[in-house]
Every structure is written in C-alpha cells, then in structure tokens.
C-alpha cells in the first residue's frame, strides 16, 4: 500500500470514527457516579456464618441478593460491585440517608419461627412453659419475663451446647463488664470478630480491662431481643433453645398488606405463603402450639392459655402471635398463608415484605465505609470539573497554536477528535463519571499533546538538518515514535495496576487514564500523521515557519552533566527539608486512612471554627478537626469540614440537627471510612506502589539496558519523597485521590526520563569516540526543549484541574503539580546524572573517557568537538545498510577478512584505530595508548538496534508463473 | 511515618556523596541502596527494633536518619577501596 492510500485509508477511517462518536454522544447518556450527582455508598465486609463461608460464590450471591432488593426500593442506576475478596462496594445514586440504605441493603435478614413456650429457657438453663415470669404469659415476648442483656447472656452461656442440625449458629461471643454487669460488644461469631469489634469501637468504655470478661454462649442457644428492644442494650432479651421450626426459605410471596379481615384493625402487616415443606412444618407446628393450650386451658379466659410462636428477625422478636386453640384445634392451614402484625406502619411493613421476598444473604455483612453527597454539591462539582476540563483543553491548544503553527492547528484538531473519542467511549462502555475520573480525563488531555509536541520537535529538528518538509515528517513520526511507545506503555501500565489494586473511587481515575493513553495513540500519532502526510506536500507546509521551525535553531549547549553535582545537593537539601517536616509534622493522614468521619457542612449563616466547635462539644465532638473550606462548588463561604471518630448514623442526625439550628440549615455529605477499610486502602496503596515499580522497571530493562532501569527508579523515589515532603511542609491531607496522584507522578516521571534516555540510546552509537558524559550533554541538549514542552503541556490542564476543579481536586492537582515539576527536574537532574556516573564506571567507558581526556590536556569538554574536521557522528542509517562482502577472510578462522575490517572501522571514523588494530579480534580492552579502539563493534549496538537486513535473494521465480 | 523521617533523610545525604571520588561499592547506586538501608536500620536500632508510633514521630526521628546514612556511605566507600575500585572523576 503506498504512503497515500495508506494516509487516505487512516483519514477515512478516522471520519468513520467521528460520525459513530457523534451518534453515540447525541444518543447515549452520560453515566455519572455518586460524587457527582448526590446519592450514599457504602462498603461492606463480608463474614461467615454458620450456614455459609465467604467464597466467591457466596459473595456472588450477596449481590445478587443485594441488587434485587435495591431494585424493590426504587433506586434508578444503583451499582454493586465487588472489591478484592470480600468486599462489596454499593452504589445508591439519589439516596440520602446512608443509615435506611444500610438497613434496606445490608441487613442480613435472618428469619426463624420458633415454637415460643417450649423453647424459652429460664433459670438452670431449663425450658419452663407455663411459667409466665419465663415465658410472659399472655403478653409473650414483649418483654414481661424478659430479662437484662447482661443476664440473658450470663444465663445462656451456662447452657450446654447443641448439635441437632437446627442450630442457626455456631455459638456466640460477648464482652461483658461484670462489674457493672453491662454487655459491651457482641454477639460475634469468632472470639477474632469480637476483638476486631472492641477495636473498632469508639467507645472508649468498650475495651478489655480487669473488669471484663468475654462470655461464649454455647451452639444451641440464642439471645435475642423482645419486641422493640432490637440494638437496645438497655432493652430486654429472652434465652431460646436454638430450634426453630421453620426457616425464611420456608416463606414465600411476602407481600404488605393490611390487616382488613373480620375484626382487623385496618394496620399495615405482611402476609405470606409458604413453601411445601414450609406448610407441612407450619401445620405441625402451630397444632402443636394449639394442643399444647389446650392442655394447659382449665376453664375461665382462654386468653391465658394461649401458646405462641416468635418470629425473630436478625436476633430481634418481631412478633409473638399466639395460635387459638378453639378456632384452630388442628393447627392453621398453611394453604392460605400467614401473617405478622402488629407495631408496622406502611413503610416498615413494605421494608419487612421486601427483605423476605429477597431472602436472607447467605454471609454477614458489616459496614466498613459510608458515604453521602448531596445532590447539589454533586451538580456544583460536576460544573466545576466541566469547567476545568474545558479550561485545560483550551489553554493546551493555545501552546500547540502558539509553539507549533500549523503543526499545532492539526494537533488541536486530533484533540478535538481525541476530546470527542473519549466522550464516545465513556458514553458507550458505560464508564461511571467520578470526580476522580475527569481528573484522569484532563490529565489525558496533556498526555495526548505530549505525544504530538514529542512527533513535532523531531520534525523541526530534521527540517533545521536541511531535509525537505515530507522527509522530515517521515522521519519524524519513524524517529519519535518509539519513545511515544515506551512512554505510553508505562503510563498504561501504571494505570492498570491503579485499576486493580485500588479503591472504588480511584479506579476511575485509572480506566480513564488507560483507555485516555490508547485513544490518543490512535490521534495523536496515526490521525495527525496522516493528515501532516497529506498536507507535507502542499503550499500550506510549503515554509519551514509553517512548522516553527525557520531558522537553525542555536541549541543550548550547557555542561548538564558537570553541573549535576550542584543539582544533586539542591534535591539533598530540598529532600532534607522534607525529612525534617516530615519527622516534626508527620503525613496528615485522612480519614481514608485513618478511619472515622468527615462531615461537609455548608453552613447557611456565618460561623466560625470555634463556634462550630462549641455547638459540637455538647456532642462529645470537642476534638473535632474543623476547617474552613473554600471552592467554587460552595455557594458560600460558609463551607468547612469537620473530620471525627466514626459517627454512627444516629450521631450523623444529632450532628445535622444541632448545626441547622445553630446556624440556620445547611447542606450536608458525609463519609464514615471504617478501620478496615482504612487499611485496606493502605495496603493497596503500597502494593500498588510496589508492582508499579517493579512492572515499569522490568518493562525498561527490557527496552533499554538493566543499567538504565535503576536510576529510572531512583528518580521516581526522589519524586515521591519529594512530594511526600511537600505535603507534611505543608500540611495537606492524604487521601486515596492523593494515592492516584502519587502513582500518576510515578508514571509521568517515567514518561519524561524516558524520553531523555531514548536520545541517549540513539546517540550511543552515533558518538563512537565520545565520553558518556558528552553523549548524555548531547542528548540533554537535543531533548531539553522537548521535555519542557511535554511538561508544560502536561502542567496546563493540572492548573486548570487547580485552579478551576473545586475544593476535591485542588489536593489532587496540586499533589500533580508537584510530580511534574519533579518528575522534569529529576529526569534531567537525577536520573541522566545517576546514569552517567554509573557507566563511566564501566571498564569500557572509563577508557574511553580516558583516552578523550588525554587528548583534551587532561579536560574532558562537555560536548565532543571535531578535530582537524573530522567526523564526529556516524550516520547510523547509513551504517546498517547492507553491503557485499569485499573479500574472503585471510584466515579462515577469522570471521571477516582485513579489506572488510577496514571498511568497517572506515565507515565508522576509526582510521586511526584501524592501524592499530590490523584485524576485528584485536583486544579492545587493553588499548594502546592513545588508542580509539575502545569499543568492539558490537558494543555500539543497543538491544532493540534493528537487525541488519538479510541481502535479499533473487526470487525463484519458477513459482506460481 | 518513622520509616519515611528515616529513609527520606537517609537519600537526602546519599546527594551529597557525589561530592566524593566515587569508589564506592556498586558505584552511586551502591552508595544509593547502602544510605537508605543503614538510615533506616540505624533508626530501627536507637528505637530498639521498634517502630515508634506515629504520635512520637519528631523532628529528632528525621535527624536519627543522619548516622545510619553516613555510617551506609562510609561502609559501601570502604568496601569499594577494599575491592580496589578507582575514583571516576566526571
């Protein structure tokens, strides 16, 4: 295919593209998440139970189980996804209240019928049915014969354990303080749970001491509440033998309902049917109950007679009907269904109805992170990342336009094709817009015009070399385009690890990053090269001004490499600094690492610090962190955030009421980051740090050499230190934003090193009798203004992300603005420096250097400098052309004969050596004085050097003729 | 957060190095690996093989960095001179 088919079919293709885009932009709608659009999430540990064990499976079914009872409340685009091995991250857009959400979605639902009586153990541990201070008699379950937590708990632990088969647990652990005899914590299954309970706790009360002791009730028994005691350690609770009669699988067709038959009371119940063996166990069950009363009737009011079944919910009796035994001698016919009434109101009972008709889950389930954006705050920030998204993509396109001509007018236009790409693409995979995400999706903005800027100054380099416009756009997308490749597969790379090790709200940072680096690839090199091959020949590229590149550019030629040691005592000082603030002030630690809760007011009267403060002491809140917060997603200036322990939802409301109060309403989010969740993003953050090191160095070892890999990597530390120092400096908070930040810079500064080192790579063998140093010099100066351009056009849309992103990505842009600036600095100043030390310790460069020096009166000057006109570069491309064999070798042991040496070390520039070293086994280790011969010619290839192309045969062209 | 005081320091002093002929072991980036692994270990040692928690954290636990670093850059220096590296003068 010739190169203009080739451009027409990329064009073609690429308009194809467009109109597609188009259609999906104008057709799809735009997903976007929580922090955008108001709404609650939450994230949920998994635990065992005594039915099932956290497996995939298990977990699975959660949500499945989750996701169906999400559907029957209503909420429209709800997302349950599950993060590592047993978590569940849920996603409620719309829903404000994080504490109904966690009872509609999280609560386990465990429903059982027991035959009350009988199963009610007293005193002994002993069952005693018609003893009414065990059992309540005829107000069973409410509470009449009940007893204190403590004692409930104290008693079934004295019972003997069970293994019928009927059993719903394995036992239970509580904490108790016997001195005051209160339960502190519990029921947990494992003695592990309930210590991970006292942990978590923010009750300082609840915490093992002399006065406390952990109390295991036995398999068999179960304590549960009395009706309205539920979560009520002040309530009253019963002892039950651990047998129930029937499960909530038993149950079907839960329905709300109200209680409309003969005589009903018009209230709110939920009725149900039963399955076939729930109706077979039902009848026998309640003809047991109604035998049982009428055994113990012996004339007067039969009410006093009447025996009960409980229906316990979640360790709590939600209802203790009793079964009349003259109405109903032979049981109630399980064929018209059952059921619960009483105490309901219409919500209650469709919340009762829904939770059975979805099941119970088959694991536990405990919140370990919540949090609530309201809708406005959602709007204001989605505007203000728009805005900023808008702001970047201009001010990028005026340095294209200013820096590049027309070069850059096509640069835009594949950022606008780029622009509209990813608005596709989000549309149609669908990708869940975060706040995070148009972080990610800015910062690809820069990412795409890097790999333009890096294309177009090697173009104006080989238009200043004097090749024609058409030539010098072929030469440089073949020249620019390897480091545009290694650059964008490190950045893929690091975003991929993102995605997979981090939190929920971080990963749509990473896929936005990720698919940003594979769409701009398209863009950015094969769109942009083919329109610029289009237009190469015609009169707008006619000049090289037309490319910005009119006149020879006078490089700046600076001894980089000499003045590294002034640069490397800059970094120590800056880095020293860093370790002080960071040794007196500490990382200031957000909550997502830390746990507890975070608490967004915007106020709508004025207040201060102090005066918020007093409002929250009468609350416990004294310790709060509170500071004001400005952005433009406030409408006023009356925003702060108050960082606390965990608040539980209850604390949530009383925190809400008494700043309305105060301060005359408000709009409120919240975020509650439990400690296991805290850690688990901890960790996360660590072991992505780690893989990304490791998969971006291997990836570079393998491109380059092992020994360009390791100052990669000291320069990425020294970044992160960096801005590790700047953040305890000055005090800003680390959140998982901050994480994505850190891994961003990692990538980035990669991007930058490696850019530089693919010069140097290039130059090796261009400079075969220059020092190390001199070939680095060279590079940087070839480089510099690239690295400067890719910088600063990656830093302009960070400084619309901070200036123009609101209160949320100011952080996380400034934490980027930092990585960049470093990652530059060091690429130049660390990295290339670390590199050239390293090697000029190597036996061949240090003769090298050595042999330079001795010709330079012992100086080694920072760029190589052309004796007597002699060459200094050898043209590589010229080199690796193919050529016959001159002669036979003399010896046959030889592999190339003494003509062809020649030759070789002719091309190369190396006469002098040449006479010196008569044929190619010669010993470059060992040169003779003032010797070139210092590296083989094997030496100056690097690993990815094409092969030299077989010389082609003749083609048999007896075939298919 | 002591770890980082430590380790931070420790490559904070390693940049200093380059001021000395370089014979150390394994070159700048032995000198590199020695500084940050010494300041660290030092500071693990004055803590008695603990790591403080985050509240005792000070300005003195960055500065304990300094020792463990300088103490890594002479021992990977001396190595080197054992091991007959000669000084590259760049």
Request: proline residues 5%; contains cysteine; glycine residues 10%.
């Amino acid at each position: 295919m010739t190169n203009r088919r080739r451009n027409l079919f990329i064009l073609l293709f690429i308009a194809g593209l467009i109109a597609a885009s188009a259609f999906v932009v104008a057709t799809k709608p735009t997903k976007l998440g929580l922090d955008l659009k108001g709404g609650t999430s939450l994230v949920f540990q998994a635990k065992p139970t005594k039915q099932s064990q956290v497996t995939a499976d298990s977990v699975e079914r959660t949500i499945e189980i989750m996701r169906d009872r999400i559907d029957k409340f209503g909420v429209a685009e709800p997302e349950i996804q599950r993060t590592g091995t047993d978590q569940i991250d849920v996603s409620l857009p719309g829903v404000e209240n994080a504490d109904q959400a966690r009872n509609q979605v999280g609560k386990t639902a465990q429903m059982y019928f027991y035959d009350y009586e009988p199963n009610v153990l007293g005193p002994g541990c002993k069952p005693d049915p018609t003893n009414q201070s065990v059992t309540g008699g005829p107000s069973a379950g409410n509470g009449t014969g009940a007893l204190s937590q403590y004692d409930a708990v104290r008693r079934a632990s004295t019972c003997k354990p069970t293994n019928t088969g009927k059993e719903t647990t394995r036992g239970a652990y509580y904490l108790v303080n016997t001195k005051t005899e209160k339960v502190l914590a519990g029921p947990a299954e494992t003695r592990a749970d309930l210590t991970a309970e006292v942990e978590a706790s923010k009750d300082k009360t609840v915490a093992e001491g002399p006065d406390t002791e952990v109390v295991k009730i036995p398999q068999g028994t179960v304590v549960v509440a009395a009706e309205g005691s539920g979560g009520n350690p002040a309530g009253r609770y019963y002892v039950l033998k651990d047998q129930p009669a029937l499960g909530g699988l038993d149950i079907k067709n839960p329905e709300q309902n109200f209680d409309s038959g003969p005589g009903g009371t018009g209230a709110p119940n939920v009725t149900f049917d039963f399955t076939d063996k729930g109706k077979k166990a039902w009848q026998e069950t309640t003809r047991e109950i109604a035998q049982r009363g009428q055994e113990n009737f012996f004339g007067g009011s039969a009410n006093n007679a009447f025996q009960h079944f409980a229906i316990v919910l979640d360790d709590e009796i939600i209802s203790a009907p009793y079964i009349d035994f003259q109405q109903n001698p032979d049981g109630i016919d399980a064929a018209n269904g059952s059921e619960i009434s009483g105490g309901f109101t219409i919500k209650s009972a469709q919340n009762l109805a829904n939770l059975l008709k979805t099941g119970a889950l088959p694991i536990r389930l405990e919140l370990i992170s919540s949090s609530q954006v309201s809708a406005t705050l959602g709007k204001q920030a989605l505007d203000q990342g728009l805005i900023a998204g808008i702001a970047g993509l201009i001010l990028v396109s005026l340095f294209l336009l200013l820096f590049y001509r027309v070069l850059g007018v096509v640069a835009v236009g594949a950022l606008a094709v780029y622009s509209l790409f990813m608005f596709a693409m989000i549309k149609l995979i669908p990708i869940t817009m975060t706040l995070p995400g148009i972080a990610g999706l800015i910062l690809t903005i820069g990412v795409a015009a890097d790999a333009n800027i890096v294309i177009f100054e090697r173009v104006k380099e080989e238009v200043r070399a004097g090749r024609s416009i058409p030539v010098a756009i072929s030469q440089g997308y073949k020249k620019g385009l390897t480091a545009i490749v290694d650059a964008n597969v490190v950045t893929f790379m690091v975003a991929f690890i993102l995605f997979i090790l981090a939190t929920a709200g971080v990963k749509g940072f990473a896929f936005t990053l990720g698919i940003g680096v594979i769409v701009s690839f398209l863009t950015a090199v094969l769109l942009t090269q083919a329109v610029l091959g289009a237009l190469g020949r015609t009169r707008v590229m006619g000049h090289p001004s037309a490319l910005g590149a009119q006149s020879t550019r006078q490089r700046f030629r600076w001894d980089y490499m000499g003045r590294s040691k002034t640069f490397f005592a800059l970094s120590g000082l800056i880095l020293a600094i860093g370790a002080l603030a960071i040794g007196n002030k500490g990382l200031n630690l957000g909550i997502d690492f830390t746990s507890g809760s975070r608490v967004v007011a915007e106020l709508n009267q004025s207040a201060t610090e102090s005066e918020i403060r007093d409002t929250l002491t009468p609350l416990g809140l004294r310790k709060a962190k509170i500071q004001r917060i400005s952005g433009a997603e406030f409408r006023s200036n009356e925003a702060f955030q108050i960082s606390t322990e965990t608040l539980e939802p209850a604390e949530r409301g009383q925190v809400e009421q008494a700043l309305n109060k105060e301060f005359g309403g408000g709009t409120y989010s919240f975020q509650t980051i439990g400690p296991t969740f805290g850690n688990t993003v901890a960790k996360g953050a660590i072991i992505a740090i780690i893989a990304s090191l490791i998969v971006i160095s291997s990836y570079i070892a393998l491109r380059f050499e092992w020994k360009f890999a390791v100052p990669v990597l000291i320069a990425v530390v020294h970044d992160l230190l960096i801005t590790a120092g700047v953040y305890a400096l000055f005090g800003f908070e680390v959140t998982t934003a901050t994480v994505a930040a850190l891994l961003t810079i990692l990538g980035y500064s990669l991007y930058d090193t490696i850019i530089v080192f693919d010069r140097v790579r290039e130059n090796i063998p261009r400079m075969p009798r220059a020092a190390f140093s001199q070939i680095l010099n060279r590079s940087m100066s070839e480089v510099l203004m690239r690295s400067l351009a890719t910088s600063f056009s990656t830093l302009l849309p960070i400084l619309a992300l901070l200036f123009f992103g609101g209160e949320t990505l100011k952080d996380f842009a400034f934490a980027l603005a930092i990585g960049v600036l470093s990652g530059t600095y060091s690429s130049i100043f660390i990295a290339t420096p670390v590199l050239m030390h390293w090697k000029e310790a190597e036996p061949v460069w240090r003769k090298r250097r050595a042999r330079v020096a001795l010709a330079n009166a012992g100086e080694v000057p920072a760029y190589v400098t052309a004796a007597g006109g002699a060459a200094t570069e050898v043209d590589i491309d010229e080199a690796k052309k193919p050529r016959r064999r001159l002669t036979a070798p003399d010896d046959p042991n030889m592999t190339v004969g003494r003509e062809e040496f020649q030759e070789l070390v002719g091309d190369l520039g190396l006469e002098d050596e040449a006479k010196q070293a008569p044929t190619a086994t010669a010993e470059p280790d060992e040169p003779e004085p003032g010797s070139g011969a210092d590296l083989r010619p094997e030496d100056l290839v690097m690993k990815d050097e094409p092969k030299t192309p077989k010389p082609k045969r003749a083609r048999n062209r007896r075939h298919g003729r | 957060m002591a770890i980082l005081a430590w380790v931070t320091m420790g490559i904070a002093i390693w940049h200093f190095a380059i001021y000395v002929p370089d014979r150390y072991w394994g070159g700048i980036v032995g000198s590199f690996v020695f500084a940050a692994f010494f300041s660290v270990l030092f500071g693990f040692a004055l803590t008695g093989f603990t790591i403080p928690p985050q509240d005792d954290v000070t300005l003195l636990t960055a500065l304990e960095g300094i020792p463990g670093a300088l103490i890594g850059l002479g021992l990977s220096y001396f190595i080197g001179v054992r091991k007959g590296n000669v000084a590259v003068h760049v």
